[in-house]
């Protein structure tokens, strides 16, 4: 007689509802590590697959917005940069908003241009816009080797220009306005799953925050009994922190960091909060 024995089966994954939006699961995104980096990957490749020029338009790119803004605000306009050469004022505020704007502009579509994916396989799904955070930052280290050049040069040239201690602070400006666009992202992702056409104001509302913020113009451009409505904005202060740390001029002191690094955390929250709300039935909407 042959006696039947039980199998027992062990599971390598088990996938559960979450149970409160305060469920973020950071440790699965630490196991899905490997995945991270192939979207990384993936996105660095693909956008330049089928291009002429390549990752070249990355250098490309801040260049080209630096002469134009150097011509018709610099040159035609006449607004100050505080005694720093115009193309490398311009072109370090472009460099720091840039990754910013790459930032909110890839995370604002997550679950609309991923539904597909998202349908079929399992995985963390904070996974994708993450991906593009590092993606952005890959982008600004190569552009930060134009800066680099064009600062050496204009100090070569006798050009006023006061590298300080602040400058150790930079990789916490990047952080703070990646973790910003990250939040503003997924905020923005979250929402226009149900409403779509908030997707066309993206854009927009990219361009029209640009103007409140200093970078085509210095803060000691606006009246002083003005400048503390700029400072609200918590951009303003990563910016100017970017620029007088590298530059040696501007406004900056650590409060104004504190500031944005709490509205930075603050909305951070929310998007965790709305993203997870979304991603349990948000299939079913787009």
Request: proline share 5%; hydrophobic share 50%; with cysteine.
């Given at each position: 007689?042959?006696?039947?024995?039980?199998?027992?089966?062990?599971?390598?994954?088990?996938?559960?509802?979450?149970?409160?939006?305060?469920?973020?699961?950071?440790?699965e995104i630490w196991r899905y590590r490997d995945l991270l980096f192939l979207l990384v990957r993936r996105d660095f490749v693909a956008a330049y697959k089928q291009t002429i020029l390549g990752?070249?338009?990355?250098?490309?790119?801040?260049?080209?917005?630096?002469?134009?803004?150097?011509?018709?605000?610099?040159?035609?306009?006449?607004?100050?940069?505080?005694?720093?050469?115009?193309?490398?004022?311009?072109?370090?505020?472009?460099?720091?908003?840039?990754?910013?704007?790459?930032?909110?502009?890839?995370?604002?579509?997550?679950?609309?241009?991923?539904?597909?994916?998202?349908?079929?396989?399992?995985?963390?799904?904070?996974?994708?816009?993450?991906?593009?955070?590092?993606?952005?930052?890959?982008?600004?280290?190569?552009?930060?080797?134009?800066?680099?050049?064009?600062?050496?040069?204009?100090?070569?040239?006798?050009?006023?220009?006061?590298?300080?201690?602040?400058?150790?602070?930079?990789?916490?400006?990047?952080?703070?306005?990646?973790?910003?666009?990250?939040?503003?992202?997924?905020?923005?992702?979250?929402?226009?799953?149900?409403?779509?056409?908030?997707?066309?104001?993206?854009?927009?509302?990219?361009?029209?925050?640009?103007?409140?913020?200093?970078?085509?113009?210095?803060?000691?451009?606006?009246?002083?009994?003005?400048?503390?409505?700029?400072?609200?904005?918590?951009?303003?202060?990563?910016?100017?922190?970017?620029?007088?740390?590298?530059?040696?001029?501007?406004?900056?002191?650590?409060?104004?960091?504190?500031?944005?690094?709490?509205?930075?955390?603050?909305?951070?929250?929310?998007?965790?909060?709305?993203?997870?709300?979304?991603?349990?039935?948000?299939?079913?909407?787009?």
């Amino acid at each position: 007689m042959i006696e039947n024995k039980e199998t027992v089966q062990e599971w390598t994954e088990i996938i559960k509802p979450k149970r409160n939006l305060f469920d973020f699961h950071f440790k699965e995104i630490w196991r899905y590590r490997d995945l991270l980096f192939l979207l990384v990957r993936r996105d660095f490749v693909a956008a330049y697959k089928q291009t002429i020029l390549g990752p070249l338009w990355h250098v490309l790119q801040p260049i080209f917005t630096t002469i134009t803004f150097t011509i018709i605000f610099a040159n035609v306009a006449g607004i100050s940069t505080d005694g720093v050469p115009a193309p490398l004022f311009y072109f370090t505020g472009n460099l720091i908003w840039g990754f910013f704007s790459r930032c909110i502009q890839a995370t604002s579509g997550v679950f609309v241009g991923n539904q597909a994916i998202f349908s079929k396989v399992y995985f963390p799904r904070m996974i994708v816009p993450l991906s593009t955070i590092i993606t952005s930052f890959i982008a600004f280290l190569i552009q930060s080797v134009i800066l680099i050049a064009m600062y050496i040069y204009y100090y070569c040239q006798g050009a006023d220009l006061h590298l300080n201690s602040w400058a150790f602070l930079i990789p916490v400006f990047c952080l703070i306005m990646g973790f910003l666009g990250l939040a503003l992202g997924i905020i923005i992702s979250s929402v226009t799953t149900k409403y779509r056409d908030l997707s066309m104001f993206v854009g927009f509302g990219i361009q029209l925050l640009m103007y409140c913020t200093p970078i085509i113009y210095p803060v000691s451009f606006i009246p002083e009994q003005y400048r503390f409505l700029l400072l609200f904005n918590p951009l303003a202060p990563v910016v100017e922190g970017f620029k007088y740390s590298v530059l040696g001029v501007g406004t900056f002191n650590s409060a104004m960091l504190l500031y944005s690094i709490g509205v930075t955390i603050v909305l951070l929250l929310i998007g965790l909060v709305l993203f997870n709300k979304v991603e349990q039935k948000f299939i079913d909407t787009v």
